[in-house]
Nanobody
Framework: VQLQASGGGLVQAGGSLRLTCAAS????????MAWFRQAPGKEREFVAV????????YYGDSVKGRVTISSDNAKNTVYLQMNSLKPEDTAVYYCARHRNPSRLNYYYSSGSYSYWGQGTLVTVSS
């Protein structure tokens, strides 16, 4: 499984970005997909997850209410719509696939994911 993240860039505070994660195989109907982020000098942080099939979504406290995760199974793509961006949102954003099909156990932990995209950089200027 290969994951390709894209859509990052430079945006002013208050702006919006939509990140895209494309998978090389059909997987979103069976496996949960998540976005994590990592800022320089900080640990990787959970951002959002969507269950296989898209029934359930969960968000990290720092982004709740400002981001939306969605998936398009037909396109093998997961999206992260980010609004009201803040300078503290600056980070490399990674998409990842949960290691267990039809599970969301420990969805907030990076150790629960077995496949990762290469990351896309989001920079929010003040």
């Amino acid at each position: 499984v290969q994951l390709q993240a894209s859509g990052g860039g430079l945006v002013q505070a208050g702006g919006s970005l939509r990140l895209t994660c494309a998978a090389s195989v059909r997987t979103f109907s069976t496996h949960a997909m998540a976005w994590f982020r990592q800022a320089p000098g900080k640990e990787r942080e959970f951002v959002a997850v969507i269950s296989g099939g898209g029934t359930n979504t969960y968000y990290g406290d720092s982004v709740k209410g400002r981001v939306t995760i969605s998936s398009d199974n037909a396109k093998n793509t997961v999206y992260l719509q980010m609004n009201s961006l803040k300078p503290e949102d600056t980070a490399v954003y990674y998409c990842a696939r949960h290691r267990n099909p039809s599970r969301l156990n420990y969805y907030y932990s990076s150790g629960s994911y077995s496949y990762w995209g290469q990351g896309t950089l989001v920079t929010v200027s003040s």
